[in-house]
């Protein structure tokens, strides 16, 4: 089965910047798109951004857009945010096997999250 284990999460000031990353344990990630989806205390969990499989093809939530960027080499899906803000604290997940931000059941495998805090 597929383990996926992401890092990078932390504190941060709004206007920074950070960069997590998504590793599987015991395979390789390269056959599987990979989203990154994030959730608040209190709310639902939403979808931040997917990279297909190539790394051809990528999405982003609007909230994010020109902000963060998605980016995959064979064994390591990356989501570098940069000019973070309050509203971006969450625990990040990345998830591999399925497709869509809105459609977060499509995915299979999921990490245990890294915590991102945005503040002064």
């Known amino acids: 089965q597929l383990q996926l284990v992401e890092s990078g999460g932390g504190l941060v000031q709004p206007g920074g910047s950070l960069r997590l990353s998504c590793a599987a344990s015991?395979?390789?990630?390269?056959?599987?798109?990979i989203g990154w989806f994030r959730q608040a205390p209190g709310k639902e969990r939403e979808g931040v951004s997917c990279?297909?499989?190539?790394?051809?093809k990528t999405n982003y939530a609007d909230s994010v857009k020109g902000r963060f960027t998605i980016s995959r080499d064979e064994n390591t899906v990356y989501l570098q945010m940069n000019s973070l803000k309050p509203e971006d604290t969450a625990v990040y997940y990345c998830?591999?096997?399925?497709?869509?931000?809105?459609?977060?059941?499509?995915?299979?495998?999921w990490g245990q999250g890294t915590q991102v805090t945005v503040s002064s």
């Open positions: 990279v297909s499989n190539s790394g051809e």
């Open positions: 015991r395979f390789t990630l390269h056959p599987f798109a």
């Open positions: 998830a591999a096997g399925g497709w869509g931000l809105d459609n977060p059941s499509s995915f299979i495998y």
